[in-house]
Every structure is written in structure tokens, then in C-alpha cells.
């Protein structure tokens, strides 16, 4: 599986912006896709995971309510839209792919960087 990241880039607080994530390659029926972010000096942590098929959707409480992930299985691609961004958000964002619920995430995007200035 080839995931590319896409979308990121400069924004004022109280912005918003859409990542997109591109798949290629194997997939997996009960695959989830995943976003997450790494700030600089800080752990990579979750945003926000989305089941390939289901369309089950979970959120870190970080962007709950603010953000939203969804798919468009005919491109195979995963999109995070992100409202009302604070300087907090910014980080590198990568899109992860994992086969199936409960197994760690094999595959990453590239990442893409996302500033939120104040």
C-alpha cells in the first residue's frame, strides 16, 4: 500500500483546511485509515481513524468537533477537513493505514506539514 499526503500548508488561526490522502496499491476490506500529527519536540499522537468499509469514525478530543475525516472509496482517498485551527494544530500530519482493528498501523504517507499562526 502507497499512501500520499496532500493538503497541508499556512493558515490563520480560526482557518480551515482539508488534508487529502491518496491509496494505492493492496487494500484490505476491514482496513481503517488514520491521521495522525507530530509537533515538533512532541510524541506523535492520534487525530482521528475512519473503517474503510464502515465508515466507522473515532476522534482524539483534540478534534472533536472541529475536525471531520471521510472517504471516497471510488478514489481511494481519505480527507481530514479541519476547522477552526489554533496555533496548537500545527504539526506534520501523516495518513496510516491498518489492516484491521487491533493490529499497530504498517503503512504511512510521507506526512505534510500544517501551520496554524496566531
Known amino acids: 500500500v502507497q499512501l500520499q499526503a496532500s493538503g497541508g500548508g499556512l493558515v490563520q488561526a480560526g482557518g480551515s483546511l482539508t488534508l487529502s490522502c491518496a491509496a494505492s496499491?493492496?487494500?484490505?476490506?476491514?482496513?481503517?485509515m488514520a491521521w495522525f500529527r507530530q509537533a515538533p519536540g512532541k510524541e506523535r499522537e492520534f487525530v482521528a481513524l475512519i473503517g474503510w468499509t464502515t465508515g466507522f469514525t473515532y476522534y482524539s478530543d483534540s478534534a472533536k468537533g472541529r475536525f471531520t475525516i471521510s472517504r471516497d472509496s471510488a478514489k481511494n482517498t481519505v480527507y481530514l477537513q479541519m476547522n477552526s485551527l489554533t496555533p496548537d494544530d500545527t504539526a506534520v500530519y501523516y495518513c496510516?493505514?491498518?489492516?484491521?482493528?487491533?493490529?499497530?498501523?504498517?503503512?504511512w504517507g510521507q506526512g505534510t506539514q500544517v501551520t496554524v499562526s496566531s
Open positions: 496499491g493492496r487494500t484490505f476490506s476491514g482496513a481503517s
Open positions: 496510516a493505514v491498518r489492516e484491521r482493528p487491533g493490529v499497530s498501523y504498517s503503512y
